[in-house]
T-cell receptor, first 113, second 115 residues
Framework: DGGITQSPKYLFRKEGQNVTLSCEQN?????MYWYRQDPGQGLRLIYY???????QKGDIAEGYSVSREKKESFPLTVTSAQKNPTAFYLC????????????FGNGTRLTVT | GQQVMQIPQYQHVQEGEDFTTYCNSS?????IQWYKQRPGGHPVFLIQ?????EVKKQKRLTFQFGEAKKNSSLHITATQTTDVGTYFC???????????????FGQGTILTVHP
């Protein structure tokens, strides 16, 4: 079955440490996205990528970094510069960039203490 | 920047009652998408509306896109316990040229259905 795999499901880190969240898709989708979800705030776009080796900042990119070395993979690094990193992180993909429906992974819940 | 407001934030209903959530954009949209997120799960795409005044139905769910393409609604008839979850709208703007067609999510409506 095609889909998006995010790992791990739960992640715990100490403040000041960088952490990388994995996202892999086998849907052959060109576009991939990272969203952050906080209670009562909907989904906010962190970064997106339309093609390999290219990515763009979303609305809340500060304190995050990404790479897109392969079509299937779009890892997100939460750096120590992110002031409030504890959140639910969702990776998504779509066929293309033109408002195509998003397919989401199961998410990673990151807790930083 | 573009804002998408969704109301209400919470809705509690008795099983069998109807439910409606509303979505309003500060700018004209090229399309609107609706997603459902079950408790503890991830958002799942429900439908996309692109035409002014468009109405689409999926069983007990009715989706509308406003004439001005700035608002939308999702109506559920005779709710069931399986309808529990958070419903999000996401407003899309035109891509145009090489720019990205951006989706902006509303805050979501959390639906609770009491049996």
């Amino acid at each position: 079955d095609g889909g998006i795999t995010q790992s791990p499901k739960y992640l715990f880190r100490k403040e000041g440490q960088n952490v990388t969240l994995s996202c892999e898709q086998n849907l052959n989708h060109d576009a991939m996205y990272w969203y952050r979800q906080d209670p009562g705030q909907g989904l906010r776009l962190i970064y997106y990528s339309q093609i390999v080796n290219d990515f763009q900042k979303g609305d809340i990119a500060e304190g995050y970094s990404v790479s897109r070395e392969k079509k299937e993979s779009f890892p997100l690094t939460v750096t120590s510069a992110q002031k409030n990193p504890t959140a639910f992180y969702l990776c998504a993909s779509s066929v293309d960039r033109v408002n195509s429906p998003l397919h989401f992974g199961n998410g990673t819940r990151l807790t930083v203490t | 920047g573009q804002q998408v407001m969704q109301i209400p934030q919470y809705q509690h209903v008795q099983e069998g009652e109807d439910f409606t959530t509303y979505c309003n954009s500060s700018t004209t949209l090229s399309n609107i998408q609706w997603y459902k997120q079950r408790p503890g799960g991830h958002p799942v795409f429900l439908i996309q509306l692109v035409k002014s005044g468009e109405v689409k139905k999926q069983k007990r769910l009715t989706f509308q896109f406003g004439e001005a393409k700035k608002n939308s609604s999702l109506h559920i008839t005779a709710t069931q316990t399986t309808d529990v979850g958070t419903y999000f709208c996401a407003g899309g703007t035109n891509a145009g040229g090489t720019s990205y067609g951006k989706l902006t999510f509303g805050q979501g409506t959390i639906l609770t259905v009491h049996p």
